[in-house]
Structures are given as C-alpha cells and as structure tokens.
C-alpha cells in the first residue's frame, strides 16, 4: 500500500531543504534573476554541503543524483527510498528557486541519466561530476528518436558530431551527456548516450541563450566536431538491439521526468504561501476547512489552485515511490510531469492574477515564479507529449500507431 505522508525517515532532509531554500538561496532569487548568465557563486558552498552530507551518509539523495534503482537491495520489503527523497527535497529546493536548483554543481540532470544507465565501472568513474544533458537539436525537439548527431567508432574511441542546443548548464558543467546516433538506418534503437568531459578537444560551446524564465541557469548551444571520447564512455551496452528499440535510452525520463515535476510542485507552492499571505495581509483569510463557495471568490479560487497543486503533489511522489519499489513507472513519471508541468504554470499565474499589482512587480517574487515555472512544461518532454505517451499507454498502441 502506498503511504504518501513524508517518511519518517526523510523528515530531516526535507526540513534541511527547506531551511537551505528559505536561507540561501531565496535572498539571492532576484539577483541572479537579473544577472543572467553570471554563475551563482554562493552554490559552491552550498554543493560541498550536499557531498559533505552524501559522504557522512546523512543524506541518501539531496538532488538528482540520488535516482538509481539499487537491484542488489532488493529484499521485497516496501521502501521509502532516494528517489523520493530526491523529489521531496528537489521541490523544497524550488520553493526557493528553481534556476538555482538547476545551477547547483553535480545535480545536472545528467547526472541522472548516469544513475538511471550507467554501470558500476562507470558510475564509479563518474561519481563526483557534474553533467549536463544534451538531446534537443536544431531539427529535433520532442521526437527525439530522430536526432542526427552520430557517433562512430574508430579505434577505442567515438568520434561524435553534431549540434546541441538548450542545453541545461551545459557551460558550466563538467560533462555532458550527449544522445547521438551509431548508425541511423537502425532508427532509435542505435541511439546512445555518452559522457563527454568539458574541454575535449571538438566541443565548444557557441552561445548562451536569454530565456524567459530560470535565469539563473546558463542554457547553451554546444557544437561537436570530430570529438574524440574514449569508448568506455558510452553509458550502458553499445549493442544495438532492434528489439528493445528506444527502451535503453528512454529509461533516463523515468527518472527525470518526476523530478522535474518536483520543480513544478515546488515552484508553484511558493507562489501559493506567499499568495495566502497576502490575501491574508488584504483581509481575505483562507478556510481549509469550509467549502470554497461559501467564501470569498479571491479565497475559493485560491482553493482550486490547492486542490490542483494536491493532486500533481501526490501524483509526483506516487512516480518516485514506484521506482524506489522498482515498479515499472513509465505511465506515472508521465503523468506527473503532464500534470505537475500545468499545474506550475495554472497556479503561479493563477496567483499572479489573484494578488493583481502585487502579483506582476517584481516587489515581490510572484512574476518570477510565473516565468519560471513555464519551463517545467516544456523540457524533458512537452505537456502535449506527456499525454499522448499516457495515451499511448492507457490504449495500449505503439509511438506508430498514435502520434
Ligand atoms: C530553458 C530550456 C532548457 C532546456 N534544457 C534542455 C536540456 O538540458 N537538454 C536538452 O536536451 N534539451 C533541453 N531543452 C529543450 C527541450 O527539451 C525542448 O524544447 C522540448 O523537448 C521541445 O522540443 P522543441 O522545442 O523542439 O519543440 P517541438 O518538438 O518542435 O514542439 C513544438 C510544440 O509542438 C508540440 N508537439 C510536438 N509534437 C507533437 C505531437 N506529436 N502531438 C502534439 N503536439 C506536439 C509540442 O508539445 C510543442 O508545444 C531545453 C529547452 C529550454 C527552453
């Protein structure tokens, strides 16, 4: 049975994360909102608290990197495990700021892909980096089993070319993950991903992007000419195998995808906190406990707003109690991405909208939240794709039959 109160043995963590939002990186929102692509410099201090806490023990997943399912562990037993770590302390992080989150060293979303397909050789070898993830292409977006950047073995290496672009932190990373092709007439099947480490020769990065939203965070168009990587950088098994299709690569989302619904989730209860109390400071006072059409219109809507980020809450950590508990969770991540990723955006313009003047200066961070939080629907797989995935799913028909 699925008990989707905060584990006991979680409560720490997620009060650490709460503390850490609130403290460090709340008073430094605004700044790096406004000073976009300068590195938030105050993270280094705060990442050595993380590894010092990983090392100690103390901490079983403070970010990204704490998604694996540890086959060995298994004893059957229910458990509350690093994956839902991870999204509860993530969202607590995005309390504070979601561009910051995405800027902490070491918490790349590459370094889940590293968790999710990595072996044991190379998860050792890779402990410790920070890594970003590159799929999108100019000509590639949300059907990425047609990317073009190939990778072709000479030797003991991978010579890899091709262009990425939006890359999350791909400038200040220590490594990427780059999706690339073996050999395109096998379709997706021959799509890997490899590691590939900041300053080999043949990868550059061309720009950074202005953005709408998690400023904080540099997102950068990298180019790959005849780029060298030693063979035992690509992740996992570098068989293709037809049968198994996309599966190998597509694990990686299972993970991520209810991570960055813990993004949504966090985003958009800040917005409602703060929300609360300045209707509060109004004279509108909230009651959880009588129905919403016997209240103020400003407070029923309010209402709405928490009944819906209640459901992506429950649905996020329902996908991340599932992969603690090795369950197959595909369906799930998708359904809280889809859902936690509307929901970010419904609610942190909802309360835009609801604290009017106040909502939209940036006196006060809900302007903020609202760009932010739109990320959240787009990246690691649109809203639109996460339906038809659960679609897809639900009916039982294959990416040919619906699309
Ligand atoms: C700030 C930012 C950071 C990013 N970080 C990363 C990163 O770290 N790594 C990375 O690899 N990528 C990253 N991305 C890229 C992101 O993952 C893509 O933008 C996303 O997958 C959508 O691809 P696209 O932009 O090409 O849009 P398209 O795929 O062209 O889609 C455009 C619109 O059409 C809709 N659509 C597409 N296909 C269908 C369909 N079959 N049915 C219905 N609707 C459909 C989409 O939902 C969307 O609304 C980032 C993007 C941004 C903006």
Redesign the pocket.
């Known amino acids: 049975m699925i008990n989707l109160e905060t584990p006991k043995k979680h409560r720490v963590l997620i009060d650490q994360a709460h503390q850490v939002a609130m403290n460090m990186l709340r008073p430094i929102s605004r700044k790096y909102d406004r000073a976009e692509h300068e590195y938030p410099k105050e993270l280094d201090m705060l990442a050595a608290m993380i590894d010092g806490l990983s090392e100690s023990g103390a901490s079983e997943g403070a970010g990204a990197t704490g998604v694996r399912r540890d086959e060995k562990k298994d004893d059957g037993s229910v458990k509350n495990g690093s994956n839902l770590a991870s999204v509860m302390s993530v969202a607590e992080m995005c309390w504070g700021d979601v561009g910051l989150l995405l800027s902490m060293p070491r918490q790349g ?1 590459g370094n889940s892909a590293i968790a999710s397909v990595a072996n044991d050789e190379q998860l050792e070898r890779f402990k410790g980096t920070w890594a ?5 292409e100019p000509g ?5 089993a047609n990317i073009t950047t190939t990778a072709t073995l000479d030797g003991d290496h991978y010579v890899i070319n091709g262009e ?7 400038e200040r990373a220590d490594s990427v993950v780059v ?1 690339a092709t073996l050999d395109r007439s096998l379709g997706r099947a021959a799509i890997k991903s490899f590691v590939v480490e900041k300053g080999t020769p043949g990868m550059r990065v061309e720009r950074l ?1 202005h ?1 709408l ?2 400023r904080a ?1 540099d ?1 950068a168009v990298i180019i790959f000419e005849n780029c060298r990587v030693p063979a035992e950088n690509l992740l996992g098994s570098p068989e293709v195998d037809v049968k198994q299709g996309f599966a190998g690569a597509m694990a990686t989302f299972d993970n991520t995808r209810p991570l960055v619904a813990a993004m949504a989730v966090g985003c958009a209860r800040a917005s409602l906190d703060l929300t609360r109390d300045l209707l509060a400071q109004a004279g509108v006072e909230v009651d959880y406990d009588r129905p919403g059409v016997l209240q103020s219109a400003a407070a029923a809507r309010f209402l709405q707003l928490e009944a819906d980020w209640e459901a992506a809450q429950l649905l996020t950590m329902q996908a991340a109690w599932m992969a603690d508990n090795r369950k197959p969770n595909s369906l799930e991540a998708s359904m809280a991405k889809a859902k936690a990723g509307r929901v970010g955006s419904d609610v942190t313009l909802g309360c835009v909208e609801l604290c009017g003047t106040l909502g939209y200066s940036e006196n006060e961070l809900l302007e903020k939240w609202a760009r932010d939080s739109k ?1 959240l629907d ?8 996460q339906q ?1 995935i659960v679609a897809r799913r639900l009916l039982g028909l294959t990416s040919a039959q619906l ?1």
Request: aromatic fraction near 8%.
């Open positions: 979303l970003a993830m590159a799929i999108t590639v977006g949300s059907d990425s990425k672009i939006y890359v999350t932190s791909g999706w992007e953005k939203g998690i965070s997102t990320i787009i990246f690691e797989g649109t809203q639109q794709i038809l699309r």
